[in-house]
T-cell receptor, first 110, second 113 residues
Framework: NAGVTQTPKFRILKIGQSMTLQCAQD?????MYWYRQDPGMGLKLIYY???????DKGEVPNGYNVSRSTTEDFPLRLELAAPSQTSVYFC?????????FGSGTRLTVV | AQSVAQPEDQVNVAEGNPLTVKCTYS??????LFWYVQYPNRGLQFLLK??????LVKGSYGFEAEFNKSQTSFHLKKPSALVSDSALYFC???????????FGKGTRLSVIA
């Protein structure tokens, strides 16, 4: 049972480039989330989804987009990377209670 | 809106001594409270939760937490700290409507041998 899988683990982007952070879960969880973690700031919610075809903005959605075409996958898209998006990104899922987190993607924008 | 405060950025404790990591929260309605632990270069791992019932909740690795409604607190405790407990600890809260978890800023626990 893989749980929540995030790819890639590390990435360096140049300013203005775009990329997609992948997140997949094999637990048939309806709820999925994207958080970013910055030092001393805890985790901030970017986007979340309560089921396939439904997404909603979190606290810090600017500069990001998401889609949820299947229950399993919840990719996060960065269209025009900026240095302020340098962070560690975590995907999480839940059936409705405690979260299962992926191992994270460390993104650096230079 | 929900919020969580972890007033200590860092907690240092000697191995074998009891430890406490503090958390206070604000939420409309009944709180759903969680503690997670993060080891270096890893994702967050679930430790324990309070939904309802006994105010003292027991979780993984010998940790427990006490829910205090009047003080709106949910402090994490362990009777005897281990060096391997050294990590970053996050408190989180949501209301009963299944809204996303709101996390505190984290407290770094350092257990010294």
């Amino acid at each position: 049972n893989a749980g929540v899988t995030q790819t890639p683990k590390f990435r360096i982007l140049k300013i203005g480039q775009s990329m997609t952070l992948q997140c997949a879960q094999d637990m048939n969880h309806n709820y999925m989330y994207w958080y970013r973690q910055d030092p001393g700031m805890g985790l901030k919610l970017i986007y979340y989804s309560v089921g396939a075809g439904i997404t909603d903005k979190g606290e810090v959605p600017n500069g990001y987009n998401v889609s949820r075409s299947t229950t399993e996958d919840f990719p996060l898209r960065l269209e025009l990377a900026a240095p302020s998006q340098t962070s560690v990104y975590f995907c999480a899922s839940t059936p409705g209670d405690g979260y299962t987190f992926g191992s994270g993607t460390r993104l650096t924008v230079v | 809106a929900q919020s969580v405060a972890q007033p200590e950025d860092q907690v240092n404790v000697a191995e074998g001594n009891p430890l406490t990591v503090k958390c206070t929260y604000s939420v409309s309605g009944n709180p759903y409270l969680f503690w997670y632990v993060q080891y270096p270069n890893r994702g967050l791992q679930f430790l324990l939760k309070y939904i309802t019932g006994d105010n003292l909740v027991k979780g993984s690795y010998g940790f427990e937490a006490e829910f205090n409604k009047s003080q709106t607190s949910f402090h994490l405790k362990k009777p005897s700290a281990l060096v391997s407990d050294s990590a970053l600890y996050f408190c989180a809260v949501r209301d009963g409507g299944n809204t996303p978890l709101v996390f505190g800023k984290g407290t770094r626990l350092s257990v010294i041998a």
